[in-house]
């Protein structure tokens, strides 16, 4: 599930209740939301921004998760089941955000009982879309999770503006290997590259990267 898509399938009733509880909140580029391991129980709505998730490996390595844009909800883990944080949320650029916390939300399900069965239905979604992440990055090889990663983080446009090293971060892998495998799709035309610029050319031929890995 498409974290932007939330607020489109949510009913009237579940909109009404986070609106009405809500707190605002802003984060300048660099800051931190919340740190992996930190204690949270809020739910949180990025309306203006970009936000970097990523966590941390006992030996300090670093894998980047996802971009957070505009739309996107996340923190439901915590909301359902508060402790510590899975991941590490920064910000990219300047945000605005909104949270609602836990207790918050159980006031409205005894209110409105029928609106837990709407969020259920919105955790199982999103913890299938998490398990597609985690396959992804188990079974596929580094070329098709390159492939998968740079058509996810340009969302649909056409340019990510990244050092390889950061996307090596995304995918998983060594620097080495992102700079190998760009300078050979750009060898084939699928795209160009300039100083921290990847612009993708042949959005088909990433697909088919991407999908002839996928049994």
């Not at 883990?77 to 949270?99: H, N, Q, W, Y």
């Not at 959005?203 to 996928?214: G, P, R, V």
């Amino acid at each position: 599930m498409d974290q932007a898509t939330f607020f489109l399938e949510a009913s009237h009733e579940l909109r009404r209740l986070f609106d009405q509880t809500f707190v605002p909140q802003r984060l300048k580029a660099g800051e931190t939301l919340f740190e992996q391991e930190d204690f949270d129980d809020r739910l949180y709505v990025l309306d203006e921004g970009l936000l970097e998730v990523s966590v941390y490996s006992a030996s300090g390595r670093k894998l980047s998760l996802n971009l957070l844009r505009a739309g996107s909800v996340f923190g439901e883990i915590a909301m359902f089941d508060p402790g510590p944080r899975t991941a590490r949320i920064a910000a990219v650029e300047d945000c605005k955000l909104r949270s609602i916390s836990q207790s918050a939300v159980i006031a409205g399900i005894e209110t409105a009982p029928h609106l837990a069965a709407e969020l259920l239905s919105f955790a199982g979604k999103r913890m299938r879309w998490l398990s597609q992440q985690v396959e992804h990055q188990v079974f596929l090889p580094p070329a098709a999770r390159l492939a998968a990663k740079v058509l996810y983080l340009a969302g649909g446009g056409n340019e990510i503006t990244m050092s390889q090293a950061q996307l090596a971060d995304y995918v998983g892998v060594t620097r080495e290997v992102v700079s190998k495998t760009l300078a050979e799709w750009q060898r084939e035309g699928f795209v160009a590259l300039s100083r921290g610029r990847l612009q993708l050319i042949d959005e088909q031929a990433l697909e088919n990267i991407k999908n002839s890995e996928i049994v």
